[in-house]
């Protein structure tokens, strides 16, 4: 079964200020999917990735096959990113093929 | 607009009771999933569907049921065997399978007393 380990688990920056989030796997994988969880509890699917760069507005998601490790970065950080965001991996068919990291909390304070 | 609601949002249930969780799309999609969160802990698959009439267990289907007679439904049935049925639920669903980009339902926060 595949490890998905994701850093930082928290994360507190100010308004503007430039993010990283990291994702780490330890089987190779067929996708990679970025996840927003807002406090509601609502998830909603930013990005899935294969290969290579995905950019979606002040949203952009990396991945290195090789390395097994994916980034997902916010440009110019607003108040309204705060949120948890998760990392999922697809390694194979069957139950379980989908693995979830367990998310990084981010709050961007203004 | 499609998407996937799921009711209740909020549901309190005795120690002991059945209870089911509803889940419903319009979005056409062939594939549905119930998940379990728990705090600090990653999504956690409890059962998955193809296609109507067929299902699978996931990694956590033990003191769980479902069906799946219609393709828009996808109920979730927390028995009395569940040891600690206390969680969030989430439904999702996706054109395919699980590699494709799936869609989730608000959630229903179960709370057993």
């Known amino acids: 079964k595949n490890e998905v380990e994701q850093s930082p688990q928290n994360l507190t920056a100010q308004e503007g200020e430039f993010i990283t989030i990291n994702c780490s796997y330890s089987?190779?994988?067929?996708?990679l999917h970025w996840l927003q969880q807002h406090p509601g509890g609502g998830i909603v699917s930013l990005f899935m990735l294969s290969s290579g760069k995905k950019k979606h507005g002040r949203l952009i998601a990396t991945i290195n096959i090789q390395e097994k490790h994916s980034s997902l970065h916010i440009t110019a950080s607003h108040p309204r990113d705060s949120a948890v965001y998760i990392c999922?991996?697809?390694?194979?068919?069957?139950?379980?093929?989908?693995?979830f990291g367990k998310g990084t909390h981010l709050i961007i304070q203004p | 607009d499609g998407g996937i609601t799921q009711s209740p949002k909020y549901l309190f249930r005795k120690e002991g009771q059945n209870v089911t969780l509803s889940c419903e799309q319009n979005l056409n999609h062939d594939a549905m999933y119930w998940y379990r969160q728990d705090p600090g802990q990653g999504l956690r698959l409890i059962y998955y569907?193809?296609?109507?009439?067929?299902?699978q267990k996931g990694d956590i289907a033990e003191g769980y049921s479902v069906s799946r007679e219609k393709k828009e439904s996808f109920p979730l049935t927390v028995t009395s065997a569940q040891k600690n049925p206390t969680a969030f639920y989430l439904c999702?669903?996706?054109?395919?399978?699980?590699?494709?980009?799936?869609?989730f339902g608000p959630g229903t926060r179960l709370t057993v007393l």
């Open positions: 999922a991996v697809f390694s194979g068919g069957g139950a379980d093929g989908l693995t």
């Open positions: 999702a669903s996706s054109i395919g399978d699980r590699a494709d980009t799936q869609y």
């Open positions: 569907s193809q296609i109507v009439n067929d299902f």
């Open positions: 089987v190779g994988i067929s996708a």
